[in-house]
T-cell receptor, first 116, second 114 residues
Framework: DGGITQSPKYLFRKEGQNVTLSCEQNLNHDAMYWYRQDPGQGLRLIYYSQIVNDFQKGDIAEGYSVSREKKESFPLTVTSAQKNPTAFYLCASSIDRPSISYNEQFFGPGTRLTVL | AQSVTQLGSHVSVSEGALVLLRCNYSSSVPPYLFWYVQYPNQGLQLLLKYTSAATLVKGINGFEAEFKKSETSFHLTKPSAHMSDAAEYFC????????????FGTGTRLTIIP
């Protein structure tokens, strides 16, 4: 059963702590993405990776870090430098074939992070 | 730079009535446009997409959208609303061809009145 899994579903963090959100896919997709969702603001891109061991900053990368050591995994670390980390975080993945006009993104179920 | 505007953060319709959710886009190149649906505390599911083929696009659950270049619009419609349509809907745009960065609108929450 192919798909994208995110864990945990709910996460609580104390101020000043780093926390890592997991994203795993078994779709054999090349590209992976992290989005942040806040009420009334839609989704904003944090980081994305089109190939293992390479990633690029999105629109709101400050206070976040990622790694891409394996094709199927793209963990996101929310650091203490992120001023307002409470949000819903969504991971997505897609194939990466430039010969196709568009490579659809598939989304995971999300992780809701709350800073106490 | 690409952008999306969704008019109306909340829309309420009666069960059986027409659903119309508005989306206008801005893009420097011919765009690829999408509608996603999100149920509470879940990820996003693709409803339909426009990728420069037919301008009238049919999606899942009876939804469709029409790409109108002259109006820079991609409004989502469904002839008859069902209670299960209650969710948040997002319009998104990308330039495609290796640039899969999606730019999302702020979303429209659809409420169905029994």
């Amino acid at each position: 059963d192919g798909g994208i899994t995110q864990s945990p579903k709910y996460l609580f963090r104390k101020e000043g702590q780093n926390v890592t959100l997991s994203c795993e896919q078994n779709l054999n997709h090349d590209a992976m993405y992290w989005y942040r969702q806040d009420p009334g603001q839609g989704l904003r891109l944090i980081y994305y990776s089109q190939i293992v061991n390479d990633f690029q900053k999105g629109d709101i990368a400050e206070g976040y870090s990622v790694s891409r050591e394996k094709k199927e995994s793209f963990p996101l670390t929310v650091t203490s430098a992120q001023k307002n980390p409470t949000a819903f975080y969504l991971c997505a993945s897609s194939i990466d074939r430039p010969s196709i006009s568009y490579n659809e993104q598939f989304f995971g179920p999300g992780t809701r992070l709350t800073v106490l | 730079a690409q952008s999306v505007t969704q008019l109306g953060s909340h829309v309420s319709v009666s069960e059986g009535a027409l659903v119309l959710l508005r989306c206008n886009y801005s893009s420097s190149v011919p765009p690829y446009l999408f509608w996603y649906v999100q149920y509470p505390n879940q990820g996003l599911q693709l409803l339909l997409k426009y990728t420069s083929a037919a301008t009238l696009v049919k999606g899942i659950n009876g939804f469709e959208a029409e790409f109108k270049k002259s109006e820079t619009s991609f409004h989502l419609t469904k002839p008859s609303a069902h209670m299960s349509d209650a969710a948040e809907y997002f319009c998104a745009v990308t330039e495609g061809f290796g640039n899969e960065k999606l730019t999302f609108g702020t979303g429209t929450r659809l409420t169905i009145i029994p």
